[in-house]
């Protein structure tokens, strides 16, 4: 995966093999993508990459990332479960996914009609930042790391690629990572450890 900011905008994420092609899907979103990069970045949100795609950040939490995909572009929020919504414009990442946490636009042209409303979201995530509210921590039978909860919530493929993993399998990869001590390591791991999710292989199969 990529690690510099700018080789998204160019390049793509690295997460698939159309990475650095024409057939790039950040490519055919570019448009749409540097106007919410602008929209975060002009909303006081400081920029990096996580998981191979730009993450905006305020008082040291997540607060929303850009997505690319064949058929859409989004921008997903972090604790999606404090968020209002009072548009009702925010849509669910996957199936496997318990809120509505995006923004999911086809047009290029979408985020800029809908700046305002975009920045608005975006101040009130950015509010429960400052006051260090996060939403209930989701209970599950296997303990995963909040990383990897978050990725998923970016990635929907990988998501519902590991949902249909074995409980195993699933466990093999909860092992995996919480053996990290430090959360970069973490992040690091997740993005080595995608391909074999994707092909349904545990944390330990080759």
């Not at 039978?141 to 990988?158: H, Q, R, S, V």
């Amino acid at each position: 995966m990529i690690a510099g900011i700018e080789d998204y905008f160019t390049k793509g994420c690295g997460r698939c093999p159309r990475f650095e092609t024409d057939d790039c899907s950040v490519q055919a979103w570019k448009a749409g993508l540097e106007t919410l990069r602008q929209i975060c970045l002009s909303a006081g949100l400081s920029e990096t990459v996580k998981w191979g795609q730009p993450c905006y950040m305020h008082a040291g939490r997540n607060i929303a990332v850009l997505g690319a995909f064949r058929q859409n572009f989004r921008l997903g929020f972090f604790n999606p479960a404090l968020m209002q919504d009072p548009a009702s414009l925010l849509q669910k990442q996957g199936p496997n996914t318990k809120h509505n946490s995006s923004f999911i636009f086809t047009s290029n042209n979408a985020p800029d009609e809908q700046r305002d409303v975009i920045d608005a979201y975006l101040k009130e995530a950015m509010r429960y930042a400052d006051q260090g509210l996060i939403q209930p921590k989701q209970h599950t039978e296997i303990d995963l790391p909040e990383e990897f909860i978050e990725a998923m919530d970016t990635d929907p493929e990988m998501a519902e690629a590991f949902h249909n993993l074995t409980k195993g399998r699933q466990r093999s990869y909860a092992i995996v990572l919480n053996n990290a001590k430090k959360s970069q390591t973490r992040i690091s791991r997740i993005a080595k450890l995608r391909p074999k999710i994707l092909v349904g292989k545990g944390a330990n199969e080759y």
